[in-house]
């Protein structure tokens, strides 16, 4: 057996500490990870690309869009929804800040919410909004660094840094660096630092001051040449930042080209929140095709003061929902974004001393848009009567569960992939109904009267059953994970009415387990794609 020399061996180790090092350390010391961001106007914009996130392009329903809405502080939950069923008891933990029932606007028989959130009243009237009760996770810590890493990562263990959307897609597109994705991923504004979109190694992201300067930025050729970096560690470090450089400045373009097609809306007010609404709105308007986004709105901590401060802040959030969805329904995009509120916890049922109230436990996740199509509430309001010694609520529904909902119902994902995205025991699923129940259900954007309904079966091959109801130019290609054609390709006109069509023979083709996608193109413009799971 050959023995490597002592410094020879110290050596290898050194590198490979450093190229352990080199992805997330060099990004961070050049300001290219974590607190990076573009300025659109006033508001701080980061731009989160990771290779954890890609597949989501593929598994989510191509015009689908999440956007989610932190609350930072800890929202309280009592004086967001009002339980009308547990009022006196409510109003007695509450003497100072709790809403008057003539300053409730009443969402059924047992609950309300205050009348300055009635700017989200129309929505609950058309079925755009629901209410998750007692959302928190079994023993809520209390420190707002600490809760909200575990709602980012969902465990407590603090040796875990990925987050949950960042690990849903761990390792499906390990190429990230070297074949970057067109469209940004995932956009978030404000609330940096948060740990939602982090995998193991990679979060980038980059600062500019404006989209002009963004735009500057493509056209004056700042793309870097990397060839001939050379193999050894120097090089590899020199070949990594400017791929990175490279994936930075390519999504400056197109974020800013999807900003200079579209149009403002001149309803929002003149705050960071509609500012932050807005320009989610008109990247979605745009066609930038990113599919999740996370915006922010802080104040929360409300330990004095609540009443103005409180009423002020969900004054703001609803006024800035109502807008956002009004200006996305007269685009016609208004059905296809989900937006979810989540807070890193509650408050206590008691006020203190200060008429504020400290930090507690169970609270409401909500839920807006069109696509719930029908309002209401899921699980069970906390009881005020049974607390546990410091004051708290019992949370009834453990927030991975709602992470694996919206996975699940809203972006169409597979349970293996679920599973993966939520460490601890498998959560339960609300059955929110949004559509993802093994078919597809897809309205054409700008053109209701065409709906189509696809399905995937996998015994002895893949076939896609296809109703339209419309005569239609017709394209459909399979692709496995690397992005490679398998099976038939299918290119035809089809008649209104129901297709079964063969993808792929799978006594013809001898392919692995695992996860393949389809495209179906319709007349040439309107493209929707789909994952399935050959086992």
């Known amino acids: 057996m050959k023995h490597r020399k002592p410094n020879e061996l110290h050596l290898k180790s050194h590198d490979r500490d450093h190229s352990h090092w080199d992805r997330r350390g060099f990004l961070r010391t050049l300001g290219m990870a974590g607190a990076g961001a573009i300025s659109f106007g006033n508001s701080s914009l980061s731009v989160v690309e990771s290779p954890l996130l890609n597949k989501a392009l593929s598994d989510a329903y191509s015009d689908r869009i999440l956007v989610l809405i932190r609350l930072k502080g800890g929202n309280d939950g009592l004086n967001t929804i009002v339980p009308l069923n547990e009022f006196d008891l409510y109003a007695n933990k509450r003497p100072q800040i709790h809403i008057p029932e003539n300053k409730l606007y009443k969402l059924n028989d047992n609950f309300a919410m205050p009348n300055f959130m009635n700017s989200v009243a129309p929505m609950w009237g058309e079925g755009a909004m629901k209410v998750i009760h007692g959302v928190g996770y079994e023993n809520q810590n209390l420190s707002h660094f600490k809760s909200s890493e575990i709602w980012a990562t969902t465990t407590p263990d603090s040796e875990i840094s990925s987050g949950w959307m960042g690990r849903y897609y761990e390792g499906k597109y390990t190429d990230y660096i070297n074949n970057p994705p067109e469209k940004p991923l995932a956009i978030q504004i404000g609330g940096g630092g948060n740990m939602v979109f982090d995998g193991d190694l990679t979060t980038y992201s980059f600062s500019v001051s404006s989209p002009q300067r963004l735009k500057r930025v493509a056209e004056n050729g700042t793309l870097y040449d990397n060839q001939n970096n050379g193999d050894h560690l120097h090089g590899q470090q020199v070949s990594f930042l400017r791929e990175a450089s490279n994936t930075t400045f390519r999504y400056a373009s197109v974020i800013n080209d999807a900003y200079e097609r579209s149009k403002a809306f001149d309803a929002y007010a003149d705050n960071n929140l509609d500012l932050q609404m807005s320009l989610v709105s008109r990247f979605i308007k745009g066609g930038l095709g990113t599919k999740v986004y996370m915006v922010s709105l802080g104040g929360f901590d409300t330990h004095a003061n609540q009443p103005t401060r409180h009423e002020a802040l969900m004054t703001r959030l609803t006024k800035a929902i109502q807008t956002f ?29 200060s008429n504020g109230t400290d930090h507690g436990s169970a609270a409401p996740i909500m839920l807006f848009g069109p696509a719930l199509q029908g309002s209401g509430f899921i699980g069970k309001h906390p009881s005020l009567s049974t607390l546990d010694k410091q004051g708290n609520m019992t949370s009834g529904i453990d927030f991975r569960s709602v992470y694996a909902s919206v996975l699940t119902d809203w972006l169409c994902a597979d349970p293996v992939d679920v599973g993966n995205a939520i460490i601890g025991s498998k959560p339960d699923l609300l059955g929110l109904g949004l559509g993802c129940d093994g078919s ?67 006594a013809a083709h001898d392919l692995p387990s695992g996860q393949y996608f389809y495209k179906i193109t319709v007349n040439k413009d309107k493209t929707y794609s789909k994952s399935f799971m050959l086992k």
Do not use: C, W
């Open 325 to 353: 969805y009004k200006d996305l329904e007269d685009y016609g995009m208004a059905d296809k974004v989900l937006s979810m509120t989540f807070s890193e916890f509650g408050r206590r049922v008691a006020e203190n001393g």
């Open 440 to 506: 597809e259900n897809l309205t054409m954007t700008d053109d209701p009267l065409m709906p189509l309904h696809a399905a995937v079966n996998a015994d002895q091959g893949v076939s896609l059953y296809l109703t339209i109801n419309e005569s239609s130019q017709v394209q459909i290609a399979v692709f496995d994970v690397l992005g490679r054609k398998i099976g038939n390709t299918i290119d035809s006109r089809l008649s209104s009415g129901r297709h079964n069509l063969s993808l792929i023979d799978l």
